[in-house]
């Protein structure tokens, strides 16, 4: 069956580190997305991509960075780890063929930055 | 822009009782709507959503939602619920950007025995 994975599942990290979390879907999907959910705030839109070598930045995007080098892969690097990015992480994928397609997530990463 | 409320971020209700989430939006185009399921430490599923057509939606485990474009909202109904069904919900809309989704902040449903 196809599916979206993310890993690490746990992460500890320290301020001013550099932390890279990873997704990949199975689903052969053309869009991909990055998540951070906080509570009060629902989920709030990091990057996302809608193919091989495009990226775009969404409402929340200051302190990440994606990269697109195959379909199934879309990791997401904190370049310089703080406090407030402490979070839990989603990556999601859908089809490319318009406005309403389901977008299919990933178990979440939960990130601690101490 | 679009924006989506959720109007109450947590619901307690008694197994075997009804139960309403609301969802109102705002968007200045036509819009799409979703409600997903996050059950604990798990990512989200779909539950159902409105594309076009039939203003009533039915979605999985017995879930429907009702699109009202005058009043701008679509409320998740469940006429009897179990004590599986405790988890958070999300309504979401997309259609000013293409793919997109716009998420409300959920709503916490506790079903207690």
């Known amino acids: 069956d196809a599916e979206i994975t993310q890993s690490p599942r746990h992460k500890i990290t320290e301020t001013g580190r550099q932390v890279t979390l990873a997704c990949h879907q199975t689903?052969?999907?053309?869009?991909m997305f990055w998540y951070r959910q906080d509570l009060g705030h629902g989920l709030r839109l990091i990057h996302y991509?809608?193919?091989?070598?495009?990226?775009n930045k969404g409402e929340v995007s200051d302190g990440y960075s994606v990269s697109r080098s195959n379909t199934e892969d879309l990791p997401l690097t904190l370049e310089s780890a703080a406090s407030s990015q402490t979070s839990v992480y989603f990556c999601?994928?859908?089809?490319?063929?318009?406005?309403?397609?389901?977008?299919?997530f990933g178990p979440g990463t939960r990130l601690l930055v101490l | 822009a679009q924006s989506v409320t959720q109007l109450d971020s947590q619901v307690p209700v008694f197994e075997e009782a009804p139960v309403e989430l609301r969802c109102n939006y705002s968007s200045s185009v036509s819009v799409y709507l979703f409600w997903y399921v996050q059950y604990p430490n798990q990512g989200l599923q779909l539950l159902l959503k409105y594309l076009s057509g039939s203003t009533l939606v039915k979605g999985i485990n017995g879930f429907e939602a009702e699109f009202n474009k005058s009043q701008t909202s679509f409320h998740l109904r469940k006429p009897s619920v179990h004590i599986s069904d405790t988890a958070e919900y999300f309504c979401?809309?997309?259609?000013?950007?293409?793919?997109?989704?716009?998420f409300g902040q959920g709503t916490i449903l506790t079903v207690h025995p």
């Open positions: 689903w052969n999907h053309n869009n």
């Open positions: 999601a994928s859908s089809e490319a063929s318009g406005q309403g397609e389901t977008q299919y």
């Open positions: 979401a809309v997309s259609g000013t950007s293409y793919g997109k989704l716009t």
């Open positions: 991509s809608y193919g091989v070598q495009d990226t």
